[in-house]
């Protein structure tokens, strides 16, 4: 076999291999993607009630594969903050920015650090896939905010993650379905990394899926799931009334994540 014919098999070989892996399942990456594949999520423009320098963002993928985020831009149209993105957001999954350091929102991991502050008074966001493809935006007249509170600092939460980020599918966070600590150990007024406390139920899809075993011991508290693009769980116990809470600071029993609740919730 001459040189030659040897190092062409071998780049032939080096091709097909590559034609293989780009049409392999996983990451959409490089491709175009379709607005409100990924959106923004919830906004905490006002900080924390430790810092008003604490303020982070979410994002929520809406498909139901992974997506590469290297390459994309999530940026105020002043140009403050503009924020290069990386990694992977995972399917029907979130993706948490926390400015200055990772310590803004305690016991949960950001994805991304980032600087520059959000205006109080209201700016638009755009967030681009590469080629500046615009996939979705929030206020997108930069007017005053169309949820979230300065004082006390409550987030900003979309209602439907499926539709686009006009004001009016914006609220404020309750400040009972929280998740996470501030920098003084406090639950903040927020669902960072969790789905929003005013999340809009597609349809009349009132269904509860059991999670656990088919026969419950006497005394015991049963979980539900109740479906949507944003899962929430909650619980019965024989001692409780399913629409009540526990009174105290404490936790819902929850697979996923610990709901924080004031003290006298019912």
């Not at 780049?11 to 175009?32: C, E, K, Q």
């Not at 600092?153 to 980020?165: K, Q």
């Not at 508290?221 to 109740?226: A, E, G, K, V």
């Not at 929430?232 to 697979?255: E, F, I, M, T, V």
Request: net charge negative; charged share 15%; proline share 10%.
């Amino acid at each position: 076999m001459t040189r030659s014919l040897a190092l062409l098999i071998v780049l032939s070989s080096i091709a097909a291999l590559a034609l293989v892996v780009a049409r392999s399942p996983g990451s959409r990456a490089g491709s175009a993607q379709a607005p409100l594949d990924v959106v923004i999520n919830e906004v905490a423009w006002s900080g924390t009630a430790c810092s008003a320098y604490d303020e982070w963002i979410e994002l929520y993928n809406n498909t139901a594969s992974p997506i590469d985020l290297n390459g994309w831009t999530l940026q105020a149209t002043d140009g403050t903050p503009e924020i290069t993105l990386q990694g992977t957001i995972p399917a029907h999954g979130f993706y948490l920015l926390e400015r200055q350091d990772d310590d803004t929102v305690g016991e949960i991991p950001a994805d991304l650090v980032y600087s520059g502050a959000l205006h109080n008074d209201g700016e638009s966001l755009q967030l681009l896939a590469p080629g500046a493809v615009l996939v979705d935006s929030a206020n997108g007249d930069g007017g005053a905010w169309p949820g979230g509170v300065l004082s006390p600092r409550h987030s900003m939460e979309r209602i439907d993650p499926a539709a686009t980020g006009s004001d009016a599918n914006w609220g404020t966070n309750d400040g009972l379905t929280r998740n996470g600590l501030d920098c003084n150990g406090q639950p903040l007024n927020g669902t960072p990394r969790a789905p929003n406390s005013i999340w809009s139920l597609p349809g009349a899809d009132l269904r509860l899926d059991k999670r656990g075993p088919e026969t419950v011991l006497p005394g015991a508290c049963q979980d539900h799931l109740h479906p949507g693009p944003q899962q929430r769980w909650s619980s019965a116990c024989p001692d409780r009334p399913a629409d009540r809470r526990p009174a105290g600071p404490g936790h819902l029993p929850h697979p996923h994540r610990a709901l924080h609740l004031p003290p006298g919730l019912d």
